[in-house]
């Protein structure tokens, strides 16, 4: 059985991507930004998580979110808020509240009307946020 839940995960057992243009290039404005952000209102957004899946298996691997856990890195952030889909939720040690709805899904963000759920037979695939523009980020603080 796959579902969706919100539960907080400790930091070190979540996989992600740091990006090296994020970090030192072409992104740095938005790095900046966005660390200013968070270590002034914290995480205002979960990060995305897909959780027992065929291609990750039984890493906690974000699917959205992988500047947000680079900044909660950098600052020290021990405990991240997650929307995380199970694809093996039988079997999972994880336990949070189960998301059933969209609106469930859109009220953990910081400006939901902006939140885009996409779906993939059936699950939660992704969720991202939708600034303005039609150009999509996972969370930009200092719009709002």
Known sequence: ???????KIP???????????FVNGQEQKFHDVL???IAKSGMKDPIFIHYQSERWGNKLKVIAGQNRMVIAEELNIKIIPCIITQFDAEKSELKGR???TDEEIKSLFHVPEHVVIRR?????YS???????????HQYHELY
Do not use: Q
């Open 35 to 37: 660390k200013k952000s």
């Open 120 to 124: 993939r037979d059936g699950y939660v």
């Open 98 to 100: 189960v998301l059933n």
């Open 1 to 7: 059985m796959i579902n969706t839940i919100y539960t």
């Open 127 to 137: 969720t991202l946020c939708n600034v303005g523009g039609g150009r999509f980020v």
């Open 11 to 21: 930091r070190e057992r979540i996989t992600y991507v740091t990006r090296p243009e």
